[in-house]
Antibody
């Protein structure tokens, strides 16, 4: 059974940083691309970033490019999202999702974690 | 503003069928058979319901079906049940992954 467990969310001031983690189990982690998708309170889903299985290719939404960095440690079966220069509009539940394939183009999110809440406020 | 357009809400009575549309352009929905649909109950994580326009993952009821015509994809739920009441999101690709704005399904 695929399990994805996010952690690292919390309250941070505008301009601050936070690192999210997603611990994966139940599948061969390095064989699948992974994504982060967020959902602001009362709003819809927004794709944030993705990374290939090897970690060699990364992708970002324009809204976070240059501020967020996605990475993975395949030896620890863990996905990360380093978030810098945080803004109020980054406030959201952040979901970790397993992609169906090793690549992102043409893939889809087959499994999702339960999410971790990030609140950016002074 | 989402890249893909969905109706904000739809409703139906138990046993009826409803269809949720997802309109994009020839650069996303219309250009590739890479449309997926996700169901989300309040306070819960999204769940994959349909992938590659019309395929159902194992374990998803055959009451859920997907299709596409031109730049518009559709999710149809037949034999509506109370448990189907949720938000539904479509997804496709432009330069990257894009989602629709979501549709709230109310079972009357």
């Amino acid at each position: 059974e695929v399990q994805l467990l996010e952690s690292g969310g919390g309250l941070v001031q505008p301009g601050g940083s936070l690192r999210l983690s997603c611990a994966a189990s139940g599948f061969t982690f390095s064989s699948y691309a992974m994504s982060w998708v967020r959902q602001a309170p009362g709003k819809g889903l927004e794709w944030v970033s993705a990374i290939s299985g090897s970690g060699g290719s990364t992708y970002y939404a324009d809204s976070v490019k240059g501020r967020f960095t996605i990475s993975r440690d395949n030896s620890k079966n863990t996905l990360y999202l380093q978030m810098n220069s945080l803004r109020a509009e980054d406030t959201a539940v952040y979901y970790c999702a397993k992609e169906r394939y090793d690549y992102i183009w043409g893939s889809y999110r087959s499994d999702w974690g339960q999410g971790t809440l990030v609140t950016v406020s002074s | 503003q989402s890249a893909l357009t969905q109706p904000a809400s739809v409703s139906g009575s138990p046993g009826q069928s409803i269809t949720i549309s997802c309109t994009g352009t020839s650069s996303d929905v219309g250009g590739y058979n890479y449309v997926s649909w996700y169901q989300q109950h309040p306070g819960k994580a999204p769940k994959l319901m349909i992938y590659e326009v019309s395929n159902r993952p194992s374990g998803v009821s055959n009451r859920f079906s997907g299709s596409k015509s031109g730049n518009t994809a559709s999710l149809t739920i037949s034999g509506l049940q109370a448990e189907d009441e949720a938000d539904y999101y479509c997804s496709s690709y432009t330069r990257n992954v894009v989602f629709g704005g979501g549709t709230k399904l109310t079972v009357l």
